[in-house]
């Protein structure tokens, strides 16, 4: 078992920043690759941004492309996600997950292929 904790969410006003943190426990952290995704109200869970096992692959989803970079220090248990120039549109409970990748560079950006989430973190970001 792996348990996942976020924190870091709130509100903020567009062209804002956010930094969202994932604290890991349970079963070696740097074993899982790790991923955000995100959920708004009325829409389905969306893919935000991955990276691996050892941290040396990253991959995001375009609409966050150039203004989200997501980091891990296996050392402290954590992943983060900095979120830069913020828009409406991101407003979303922000979740991170950890999945069981084939090897050290891969990730995956399908939510069906993690298998430990987190509760999530609201973030709200005004016009």
């Known amino acids: 078992q792996v348990q996942l904790v976020e924190s870091g969410g709130g509100l903020v006003q567009a062209g804002g920043s956010l930094r969202l943190s994932c604290a890991a426990s349970g079963r070696t952290f740097r074993n899982y690759a790790m991923g955000w995704f995100r959920q708004a109200p009325g829409k389905e869970r969306e893919f935000v941004a991955a990276?691996?096992?050892?941290?040396?692959?990253?991959y995001y989803a375009d609409s966050v492309k150039g203004r989200f970079t997501i980091s891990r220090e296996n050392a402290k248990n954590t992943v983060t996600l900095q979120m830069t120039s913020l828009k409406p549109e991101d407003t979303a409970v922000y979740s991170c997950?950890?999945?069981?990748?084939?090897?050290?560079?891969?990730?995956?950006?399908?939510?069906?292929?993690?298998?430990?989430w987190g509760q999530g973190t609201q973030v709200t970001v005004s016009s």
């Open positions: 997950a950890a999945d069981s990748p084939l090897g050290p560079i891969s990730i995956a950006t399908n939510p069906t292929e993690y298998d430990y």
């Open positions: 990276i691996s096992r050892n941290g040396g692959n990253t």
